[in-house]
């Protein structure tokens, strides 16, 4: 079954203005204008002039009228379908081995037999939305059953990210605006003229008088959002990507016929690799079907190989995936993402650490789990202090702090409790967490942790005491009081639990 992510970036040509325009400044209102004719509008606005209350659409004259000191660029789509491209092939080699523009603010893609690298679809969601984030752009991804719907969702919706259960586009869609159907804007403007709000509305009317109105479009769009007509995604392909191919006279469809020539294209491949001192930590196998469709599989690595006999592994473990439907008439293999990798010959004799990355393959393409490890961060701040990185990613000289004991369990928040105890420098003498009063007969503390005023103002003055608690059964805690219990700028006094020891 098919899932259709699609992102929508609403202020990509903007923000592709600033950067090609450092000299800006931040705070100042930026608009994009496009002309037609005599007629000019926005076609893209900036956070701070949708502030101030202008909109893509609206007459340029009257936004310069509206907002002061507005700066007004005119529209290049070439640079930002540029943009667009460069974004979409970064996100080829990173989450789905189909993905396409989606012109002129989107991307598409289709993530089924690769969003288990990522750890499901939740998280495929949350990193690419944050990844984009950390790029300057702000986005918004909807994961549906068909791309009509998740086109139209991703433009509608106000969340970052949604993900609608498969089986459910019909009542995630009911409420949409009509402009979610990628009709012209004349059409658009004839529907809401007769009345019509809601793609529900339209679905529920008889498709005939509709059809001898407006033609074919309507009722196309309508079938391909919900699902009953097809709308194959054509991939984007990257000149420098190492692909090859095996076409068949005769379409195919056995297990053993596809994990056969899938052994030839990996051996063919590595070769290619080995050519240009390559090794792969993607590799994409595309099927295409006799009936115009395709379905793609993909594989990580944690570190780049180009071992055919363990790369076949990886893709006959996921074989039993494909749908061949009426036939496999073209099956291409595609190192999308690469890393040098150069051969070096071991001695017999010399000390070799045991390599874990096979294990970490495995269990990542299972899709089961998303694997990394945790690694220290030059913070003071506890849950600041680690971070996930890579399994295989290298040592960077960071530590914890070792003048006191950390706890096995740190919470991802602390976790609010209530204490007695006797201000400001007193352990507690009894706590309650998860309803259930805790006694406590041994104390450590108070260690003092200041916040990082050097990075955040709020935390100027801000204190925690942390405490080492044991209580009677004889488990231990770590729990802290927010401020030095006498001044109140330090902290709200409140008392938190932030770890358990083993």
């Known amino acids: 079954m098919t899932r259709v992510v699609s ?86 080699s990173q989450y789905s081995p189909i993905v396409a523009i989606d012109p002129p603010d989107g991307i598409v893609m289709d993530t089924e037999g690769a969003d288990h690298l990522q750890g499901g679809e939740a998280l495929t969601l949350s990193g690419l939305v944050n990844r984009f984030r950390a790029r300057g752009l702000p986005a918004r991804a909807v994961i549906a059953d068909t791309w009509g719907a998740a086109f139209g969702l991703a433009r509608s919706m106000t969340a970052e990210t949604k993900v609608i259960p498969a089986g459910k586009t019909a009542d995630a869609v009911a409420r949409l605006p009509l402009s979610s159907l990628r009709l012209s804007a004349e059409a658009i403007v004839s529907l809401r003229t007769l009345g019509f709000k809601t793609v529900g509305e339209l679905a529920a009317t008889p498709r005939a008088p509709l059809a001898l109105r407006f033609g074919p479009e309507i009722g196309r769009r309508l079938d391909q959002m919900f699902g009953r007509v097809a709308e194959p995604i054509d991939p984007i392909r990257c000149p420098e990507i190492i692909e090859v191919h095996r076409a068949f006279a005769e379409p195919i469809g056995a297990a053993e016929t596809i994990a056969k020539y899938v052994s030839r294209l990996v051996t063919q491949l590595c070769l290619e690799l080995q050519a240009k001192g390559l090794g792969v930590r993607r590799t994409d196998l595309i099927v295409h079907r006799v009936d115009n469709t395709i379905q793609a599989l993909r594989a990580g690595t944690a570190k780049p190989v180009r071992d055919a006999v363990w790369l076949t592994k990886l893709l006959h473990d996921r074989i039993e995936k494909i749908d061949p439907g009426f036939g496999i008439e073209k099956l291409s293999l595609a190192a999308t993402m690469v890393e040098p990798l150069n051969d070096r010959q071991i001695s017999l004799v010399e000390d070799t650490d045991v390599d874990v990355t096979s294990l970490i393959d495995v269990l990542g393409n299972r899709g089961t789990q998303r694997i990394y490890r945790l690694a220290p961060v030059a913070s003071d701040v506890p849950e600041r202090s680690v971070q996930r990185v890579s399994p295989v990613a290298k040592e960077d000289g960071q530590t914890w702090p070792m003048t006191w004991p950390r706890p096995v369990r740190l919470m991802d928040r602390p976790e609010l409790i209530e204490v007695m105890a006797l201000l400001p420098d007193h352990p507690p003498v009894w706590f309650t967490w998860c309803g259930k009063r805790r006694r406590v007969k041994r104390a450590d503390g108070p260690e003092r942790i200041y916040g990082e005023w050097w990075q955040r103002t709020s935390e100027w003055v801000a204190v925690r005491d942390y405490f080492t608690v044991e209580d009677e059964t004889g488990e231990r805690y770590w729990i802290f009081r927010s401020g030095d219990g006498v001044d109140a700028e330090t902290g709200s006094h409140k008392w938190f639990l932030h770890g358990v020891f083993a």
């Open 7 to 92: 992102v929508f970036l609403p202020t990509l040509p903007t923000d592709r203005v600033r950067r090609a325009d450092p000299f800006i400044p931040a705070e100042t209102p930026l608009v994009v204008v496009a002309r037609g004719g005599s007629k000019r509008w926005l076609s893209a606005v900036d956070a701070n002039a949708a502030k101030l209350g202008l909109h893509v659409g609206m007459a340029a004259a009257k936004a310069q009228a509206l907002v002061q000191g507005l700066h007004m660029v005119d529209a290049d789509p070439a640079a930002d379908l540029a943009a667009l491209e460069r974004l979409t092939l970064w996100a080829l």
